[in-house]
């Protein structure tokens, strides 16, 4: 807007001569969106945006596109400092290949794009409700003897977090390497630094991650949406829940939450850790991360595989994406989902809608009270198209779940921070869990199930009933809802 302003006023007379070259420049950018390798959905958006905003649509994508990333997060060592630590051991993998044939493939994706290996003989434990996993976190730090790292999207001053944090600060007087990584928009425009300055003060590392600066940049949307806490490097904790009170119910915002989480320990917990200081290393000095890569012993009682993996909006591979499609894509019986965003582009709606078709089960559960009242807007709007082709969707009727989960045939599933919208697949840090003949995933299956019971059905006949206005709102919403 600045831009066009100056360039008027210097003019003078001869604006229009401006306003040809912003056409010109909208015109050629049209062409240039439109063969450039970028999902439909948001190639769509930015030509529908500059369609309707001629003098600014064309200079805003422009902005975003040539605006650098910070020099820290683009040299950061995602990928060129793990890949040596981070080696898939072929007896594991010929081992799945044997057990699950089916879910070879994307182990093998996963291992090759995501970085991170496949590992079996890993004990694990799920949990059906962010206040039950929330018991089990306290009483594994408490034995943590070495270090704790705990990475999260939000963080709020609460029972959740006071309570965190004395057990944190007495921690670091013990010795322990306590680390604390948060999001600098999710958490830091929710909170003042005093509330991190006390646990500095008491031998707590705290960095922010991402910043925000009042200043408009593509990095801004690149946010650590993960939770993860890893403990001496041999068991570590991650899925939807931040620390805030409403994740465990301790105050209501928008009904019961419903979240879930897992705690794993064994050799798969090196996965988290690396994924940890990957990001925290650039916020810092350089890292030994081999000094936090314990040897463990396997489990031998503990059955099937998993594979904990990060996706990164640095390397243009969207991994959690490709993750949930493979699954959809590969499952012959039912496939269970819920997510609390339901923003979905052409692909997922094929990917799902198809496996309706084939007679596979899909079922999805997402919230009856929202937290972003667009959001679920375009939700809706994309209900009929899903419900018509056999897809069945419930809303979570005591208010909202934030559970990020996918269970295929109950062999294989998906479990972590992962929502099915477009910032998580694209814009996003974010990380995931996949298991392969896991016990946990029918205790996965077993919630899923009861969690249904709970939930409301919707219909056709429900869709049709949405006030017009509504059904308006959710239509033009969702042509901008790469960009929401």
């Known amino acids: 807007m600045g831009f066009i302003f100056l360039s008027v006023t210097s003019i003078g007379e001869k604006y229009y001569i401006v306003y040809l070259l912003l056409v010109v420049l909208d015109i050629v950018l049209a062409v240039f969106i439109t063969n450039k390798s970028e999902p439909s959905s948001y190639k769509l958006t930015w030509l529908v945006t500059i369609s309707i ?69 890993n004990a694990s434990e799920y949990y059906p409700l962010g206040e039950i996993q929330f018991e089990h976190l306290l009483a594994e730090m408490e034995k943590a003897e070495k270090f704790i790292f705990l990475e999260f ?16 600060i007495r921690k670091a007087g013990e010795g322990v390497d306590v680390r604390l990584m948060y999001d600098g928009i999710g958490t830091g425009m929710l909170n003042s630094k005093k509330i991190f300055r006390r646990l500095e003060e008491n031998g707590v590392q705290c960095k922010e991650f991402n910043p925000f600066r009042p200043m408009l940049s593509s990095v801004q949307n690149n946010r650590d949406h993960r939770k993860i806490v890893v403990i001496d490097g041999r068991t570590a904790f991650s899925g939807g829940t931040n620390l805030a009170d409403e994740y465990i119910n301790r105050i209501q915002r928008f009904g019961h939450w419903k979240d879930t989480g897992f705690m794993i320990r064994g050799r798969a917990v090196r996965n988290y850790t690396i994924m940890f200081l990957s990001l925290w290393e650039p916020l810092g000095d350089p890292e030994n991360y081999e000094r936090f890569l314990p040897e463990v012993e396997d489990d031998k009682d503990a059955e099937g595989f998993i594979q ?49 078709k084939k007679g596979v089960e899909v079922s999805i559960i997402t ?25 069945k969707i419930y809303e979570y009727t005591p208010g909202f779940i934030h559970a990020k989960t996918v269970i295929a045939d109950g062999k294989t ?39 249904r019971k709970k939930s409301q059905l919707i219909t056709e006949e429900e869709c049709k009933k949405q006030p017009f206005f509504r059904k308006i709102a959710g239509s033009i919403l969702n042509m901008f809802a790469p960009l929401l």
């Open 153 to 168: 999207f939000i963080i709020t001053k609460g029972y959740m977090f006071d309570t965190i944090s004395e057990l944190l």
């Open 53 to 121: 905003f001629p003098l600014l649509g064309g200079i805003s994508y422009l902005f975003v596109k040539l605006s650098q990333r910070q020099p820290k997060l683009a040299d950061s060592h995602y990928r060129t400092k793990a890949r040596p630590m981070l080696v898939q051991d072929d007896d594991t993998a010929k081992a799945l290949a044997e057990a699950c044939p089916d879910a070879y493939n994307i182990s093998r994706y996963v291992s090759d794009y995501g970085l991170y290996p496949v590992y079996r003989n």
């Open 308 to 356: 904990p993996f990060s996706d990164s909006p640095l390397d243009d591979e969207p991994v959690g994406k490709s993750v949930y499609m493979e699954l959809i894509n590969n499952a012959r019986e039912y496939v269970y989902i819920t997510t609390p965003y339901l923003i979905l582009d052409e692909e997922m709606t094929n990917a799902l809608c198809f496996a309706a």
């Open 413 to 451: 599933a998906a479990i972590g921070t992962i929502n099915f919208d477009y910032r998580s697949f694209y814009l996003h840090f974010e990380s995931a869990a996949l298991l392969y003949d896991c016990p946990i995933i029918k205790d996965m299956k077993r919630d899923f199930e009861e969690t």
């Open 367 to 391: 919230p009856h009270i929202p937290d972003k009242w667009y959001v679920y807007m375009i939700a809706w709007n994309n209900y009929p198209d899903l419900l018509k082709r056999g897809v």
